[in-house]
């Protein structure tokens, strides 16, 4: 085709000239011209192989052939939309439920994690007949006007905080109130999500949900201390909330010990609604909600239906059941415990050598690194973090930085990431590392010198 052909010059231009300057690049100064995906490597318009260690949307690797198979073959029969019957969507959403706990059994199926969490926020308020929202600082869930209003990360930058949204603290036990040093960092955490309820009470509000990431992302790749959610669910119950699971970043398998991250919190925790995207279709638009019958019910007393053009679509569902199969076929949630482990292992070898290095997070393919300007303040390296990225891609590696002073490299890679790339990141890491510090002595040297 025509645009094969055309040069990355002509498609930046084209680009700036057509796209909003909203709608970003990865690497502004100098972005990448991606023409093609296989597996855990990304290539551009010259053939040069990058190594994604972000894609978290690609889930079981790009252009996995049997996703690919499966949407092509479904393509070719049937497309239509879920007013008909059709076995993919009851394949799919039975297939779902025998990873959830029992009492998660209803779906709806949607096109984006958006769309998944603004369905979750309209369950909620619809079964409580309230209306208020308790999230967590720093968070966020989607870019629907609906959902702005519940992400810190992003409302603070916007309109501000509305008075129905109530913001917790984010049980970050390296950067937060309470640290790795408290005895109880769970229940310290929970208790200040009791003190915001009790707060919302006494002005007479009522809470719908407590609305938050099974692993904050954007705050940071953030690991929550175990026993937190089932201590703030019961907090939000007693006051007639719900408590919603957002699985968008780290469902299906990412943190390897669990299918899906909650699972951390405790084998006996269930929320009351689960929302999942990016990686449930493997870059096929494709989104859910789990929810209880009788949430579900509540929601159905309305009398409108609830209809989605796209949602569960004969290609969706089609697309969905392949990555399950995948998952399963080449047990990539194992995969994920036994490489994000060696990734810890070497990640944490890289601590021990370099001060930057203030904290190695993670559970599985999800893992932050946290970068620091001195261990006494824990100040964000924003800038240094910023040249890490940008060295590593010189390399042809791709990785971002993420949380509030956006110090933290985040690994979310494929699950088709291996040991091999685990150890080839780290070792030019360590380089780059090693070279910054070389220079930061020079420079010391040359001041000192009279």
């Known amino acids: 085709m025509a645009a094969d052909r055309r040069g990355k010059a002509e498609t930046l231009a084209l680009r700036r000239r057509l796209i909003s300057d909203s709608c970003r690049l990865f690497f502004p100064e100098d972005p990448i ?67 959830l706990p029992e009492k998660l059994c209803v779906f709806y199926f949607l096109n984006s994690g958006s769309e998944a ?15 208020d929202v308790v999230v967590l600082d720093h968070a966020y869930h989607g870019h629907l006007s609906s959902l702005i209003d519940i992400s ?26 309470y640290r ?6 769970a229940g310290a955490y929970a208790s200040e999500v009791k003190r915001v309820v009790n707060s919302v009470q006494e002005k007479g509000r009522k809470i719908a949900a407590f609305f938050v990431e099974s692993l904050p992302s954007v705050a940071g790749q953030i690991i929550l ?31 390897g010990k669990h299918f899906w991250a909650f699972q951390l919190q405790g084998e006996d925790f269930v929320p009351d609604i689960v929302t999942m995207g990016k990686s449930i279709g493997n870059g096929h638009p494709v989104a859910c909600v789990a929810t209880t019958q009788a949430v579900a019910r509540a929601f ?19 697309v969905g059941l392949a990555v399950l199969d995948v998952l399963a076929k080449e047990q990539l949630q194992a995969h994920a415990a036994s490489v994000g482990s060696v990734l810890m292992g070497l990640l944490g070898q890289q601590k021990a050598k370099h001060p930057i290095i203030g904290d190695v997070r993670g559970v599985g393919l999800f893992i932050g690194v946290d970068l620091i300007k001195d261990t006494a303040t824990r100040t964000p390296a924003t800038e240094e973090a910023n040249y890490v990225v940008s060295r590593l ?45 070389e220079k930061v002595r020079s420079c010391e040297t040359l001041r000192l010198r009279p």
């Open 33 to 99: 011209k991606i023409v093609r995906g296989q597996g855990q490597y990304l290539y551009d318009e010259q053939g040069a192989e990058y190594l994604d260690c972000i894609n978290n949307v690609a889930h079981v690797g790009h252009c996995h052939p049997l996703v690919v198979q499966a949407a092509h073959g479904q393509n070719r029969v049937l497309n239509t939309n879920s007013r008909y019957l059709h076995d993919n969507i009851v394949d799919y959403a039975q297939r779902l439920a025998e990873t």
């Open 225 to 255: 201390p175990a026993g937190y959610f089932p201590e703030v669910a019961e907090h939000v119950r007693r006051a007639g909330g719900l408590f919603i699971a957002d699985e968008i970043q780290v469902g299906f398998g990412r943190v």
């Open 152 to 177: 810190p990360y992003k409302f603070r930058d916007l309109d501000g905080q509305k008075e129905w949204v109530h913001v917790a603290p984010l049980p970050d036990t390296y950067r937060g109130l």
């Open 393 to 437: 891609k010189e390399n042809y590696i791709l990785l971002s930085t993420d949380g509030p002073g956006r110090n933290v490299l985040k690994f979310k890679p494929p699950m088709c990431f291996s040991v091999d790339n685990a150890r080839h990141v780290v070792a030019k890491m360590d380089t780059i590392l090693t070279d910054m510090e």
């Open 117 to 131: 969490n603004d369905l979750a926020l309209r369950l909620a308020r619809q079964y409580t007949e309230h209306w």
């Open 300 to 318: 159905e007393a309305t009398g409108v239906e609830y209809f989605n053009t796209f949602g569960g679509s004969p290609v969706s569902c089609a």
């Open 180 to 185: 790795e040093d408290h005895p109880d960092p």
